[in-house]
């Protein structure tokens, strides 16, 4: 008998190839990726909801890439021809980071779990967590679990 799937039965790819195509993305987009997965983590049951989805991925795409109003067409643009690739790779580091904490053991923290997504932005080794259980959280911040 096999345990369900952490990530409800959907795969991520391979850690190696997660890692590629991230690092592949022009600094734009990776900052998209980074910010949106980290919000993805701290709100986990909004993921599925398209309409948040979409005004949460405009918002940090505006942050990210530093623009306002003054380069609206621009910003715009950006946000229609990346928007395939920056939601899917965003879900890939979303459903990844939850196996790689489910073998781990435990549940991270929001911080430990965005140090986890953020690591295959980079050459360096994953980094690890130790387990905290469910009833250890106190509820602040940086005590939220992942999922």
């Known amino acids: 008998m096999t345990s369900p799937s952490p ?4 795969t991520s790819p391979e850690p190696d190839r997660l890692h590629t195509d991230l ?3 022009a600094e734009g ?4 990726v980074a910010g949106l997965v980290v919000l993805m983590m701290k709100e986990p049951q909004k993921v599925r909801d398209r309409e948040w989805l979409m005004e949460a991925y405009t918002h940090i795409a ?5 623009m306002g109003d003054a380069r609206l067409q621009e910003l715009q ?13 965003s879900f890939q ?6 196996e790689d904490a489910a073998a781990l053991g435990g549940t991270p923290t929001l911080a430990q779990a965005s140090m986890m997504a953020l690591a295959y932005f ?4 994953s980094p690890t967590f130790e387990a905290v259980e469910p009833e250890d959280l106190d509820g602040s911040p940086a005590g939220q679990g992942l999922i």
């Open 93 to 98: 580091l979303f459903m990844r980071v939850a």
């Open 77 to 89: 643009e950006i946000i229609r021809t990346e928007r395939d690739s920056v939601l899917n790779l």
């Open 122 to 125: 980079s050459d360096g080794p």
């Open 23 to 25: 690092m592949a993305l």
């Open 29 to 32: 987009p990776s900052k998209i």
């Open 62 to 66: 505006a942050q990210a890439l530093e």
């Open 7 to 10: 990530t409800g039965g959907l």
